[in-house]
């Protein structure tokens, strides 16, 4: 294995274990994996898979992080590093300025409980609109430990792999992995047959017939939900997820997610769970940070389970 070593400076404040919590969403997500201390994923460079683990060296107000990149090959050091930093970036959403935000919280005394509780927490991101889609599709009308065992699955059987401490750590799967998988092979993981036909079907747009899901990132939020929607397996709930999980679109909260309707159920002890349209009137207060406050939510209920 080579090695290679780099940093990042994260625009603070900025917390590596709340920000990766928010990306991982429980503790069984063998993809996005943290140990107390280390976050570690394998990406996908060149068509090789790269182990990278990153660890937060400075404070939530001069943050650092010492970036680890592991491979069986490594062709450029320096075309390697750009491309990790790059990824790292994105998902991590380091960049991100959020000042904005917590001026907002400070105006209403329930947030800005909220937002103290958890400063540091950048908004992350999947790396790609695919990786994006297929959780979305994953996740539909299951609860979240479903979901995500099934893209432990999903990765385990067509991500490719690398090995760390003698045990294999997988990349979630790129649209050339899926696009010949048998739906019946995806059933035999636990898919239903119509998503096990829609992440098949997306895998070989994207592959065959050059579907750019990237470009949605040049279209404003209505646009990309309709064109989101014309896609096999995507409705309201799942167009919506991908904008701010996918997107970073911080304007949208899912305002479908059942576990964000019981959040905010509780937040301002409403007798009855939110529907569509209230939960649209309720986060408009909080614009543009609506789906931002959405992370702080999951925080939140991941804390009173004791997984933060």
């Given at each position: 294995m080579t090695r290679i070593s780099l940093h990042i400076?994260?625009?603070?404040?900025f917390r590596l274990d709340f920000t990766v919590w928010a990306l991982r969403r429980q503790s069984h997500n063998q993809i996005d994996q943290w140990n107390g201390k280390t976050y570690k994923r394998v990406f996908v460079v060149d068509g090789s898979p790269f182990l990278v683990e990153v660890t937060q060296e400075g404070s939530t107000q001069?943050?650092?992080l010492g970036v680890l990149v592991s491979?069986?090959?490594i062709v450029s050091e320096e075309r390697t590093k750009l491309t990790i930093a790059a990824l790292l970036k994105k998902v991590l959403g380091t960049s991100e300025e959020l000042q904005?935000?917590?001026?907002?919280?400070r105006k209403n005394a329930k947030l800005n409980v909220l937002a103290n509780a958890?400063?540091?927490?950048?908004?992350?991101?999947y790396p790609s609109m695919f990786e994006a889609l297929i959780n979305a599709f994953a996740c539909q009308q299951l609860s979240l430990t479903v979901g995500i065992t099934l893209l432990n699955r999903l990765s385990e059987t067509y991500g490719a792999s690398i090995k760390n401490s003698g045990n294999s750590i997988h990349a979630f799967p790129l649209a050339e992995n899926l696009a010949d998988a048998k739906p019946a092979a995806?059933?035999?993981l636990g898919f239903s047959s119509n998503k096990a036909h829609a992440i098949t079907a997306l895998a070989r747009s994207v592959l065959e017939k050059g579907l750019d899901l990237e470009r949605l990132a040049k279209v404003n939020d209505q646009d990309a939900i309709d064109e989101l929607r014309k896609i096999t397996g995507v409705g309201r709930w799942s167009a919506e997820y991908v904008l701010l999980r996918g997107l970073r679109r911080l304007t949208v909260f899912p305002g479908d997610d059942v576990g964000a309707q019981n959040n905010l159920q509780q937040f301002f002890s409403l007798e009855?769970?939110?529907?569509?349209?209230?939960?649209?009137?309720?986060t408009r207060r909080w614009k543009p940070y609506g789906g931002f406050v959405y992370f702080h939510f999951l925080l939140q209920k991941l804390r009173v389970k004791g997984s933060l």
């Open positions: 400076r994260p625009r603070p404040p001069n943050p650092r491979g069986r090959t904005e935000f917590y001026t907002i919280a958890f400063i540091g927490l950048k908004p992350p991101c995806l059933r035999r009855r769970k939110p529907d569509y349209e209230t939960i649209k009137r309720i």
